[in-house]
């Protein structure tokens, strides 16, 4: 099984009913090592590619030629923090000069437990981060050096505690279903993250993606992926212990505090538009879709030679953006109401998808009250398996 973000709302944001682009996303590609599980856009031992990375961004979002505001700013990656503090001020100082901030923004940075200084913090502070996601993945340090995290238990408690007193949120990602791996001791995970009491949780069955060091050791026999029976009850016991503490269910794979839901994801979810810029970095303005070299190296000689820095373009039909949304919509746990999508879209979801959506709600995965399309219990399992057959 695969699970592979304004809080309280029941209904979609009210920012999708607008295809303005509104939010921005930064890729910054550098770690100190690559974890054997991950197939993002990264580099691990390149820091000499910091200097040029920078400058080809500032290339890249002069693209604009006039700036941008945002409401929501997520500099994602790769590792942000793993930028000296001030590698990282430059990058901010280059971003908010083409993407300012609007009044009640959200500013995100993906944060790595094991490299983040109270250095690093007040200059996160200074700068007016109001979101730190961390990638703690578990609490147990034999988990972690099965995943080939270079970070103790220990780190993610000291990083929520100077999140906390610079005044920032926090969210945390937690990985399960990793080889080995038994339910009680998932259990003791979410209780350890508990008593760390994270404003946003997002938990992730681990998936074995093609290229990367984990695929290849499944391969050869030295992994072995935990049983899909297993991994439901995983995620079946995160939903009930996470929300019986007052969390949130409010995506697949994410829960939130009351007020505390990740307003910059839920642009993604809602269909809206939004910029990107760095290597392999996506966005979505006016209906194109493009998408970076995801070559860090090739990224930056690229831009630096006045070349083109998309390796895809793809302009959607309004049938395939009105089934996007279908599907961006129901990985929420309210689904997608029939009169918002025709709203939206000015077609009818049942011209679409008629045939799957009789199938799914005949299979239990799906609930159709005539007024709005949600995922069942059971639907949650195996939401990856609906969408193709809706796209």
Known sequence: MSTALNGGQRDQPAEAATQEARSAYIHVPFCRHRCGYCNFTLVAGRDDLIGDYLRAIE???AGLVTPREVDTLYFGGGTPTHL???QFRQLASIVLNWHPLAVGYEWTVEANPADVSPEMFEALASLGVTRLSLGGQSFRAEKLRILERDHEPAD???SVNLARSVGMQVSLDLIFA???ETLSQWTSELDAAFDVSPDHLSTYGLTFEQGTAFWNRKSHGELREADEELQREMYAVAIGRLTAAGYEHYEVSNFAKPGRRSRHNQ???????YY???????????????????STTNYIQRVLAGESHTSEREELSAEDRARELLVFGLRR????ARSWFKARTGLEIDELVAAPLKKFVGLGLLEDDGQRIRLTRDGLFVSDAIWPELL
């Open 59 to 61: 290339i890249e979002l």
């Open 84 to 86: 000296s503090v001030a």
């Open 156 to 158: 993610i408690c000291r």
């Open 178 to 180: 990793s080889p080995g």
């Open 267 to 273: 642009v993604y979810w809602s269909g809206a538009g």
């Open 276 to 294: 990107a810029a760095g290597p392999g970095a996506a966005r979505y303005i006016d209906n194109v879709r493009e998408i970076n070299h995801r």
């Open 333 to 336: 746990i309210e689904g997608v």
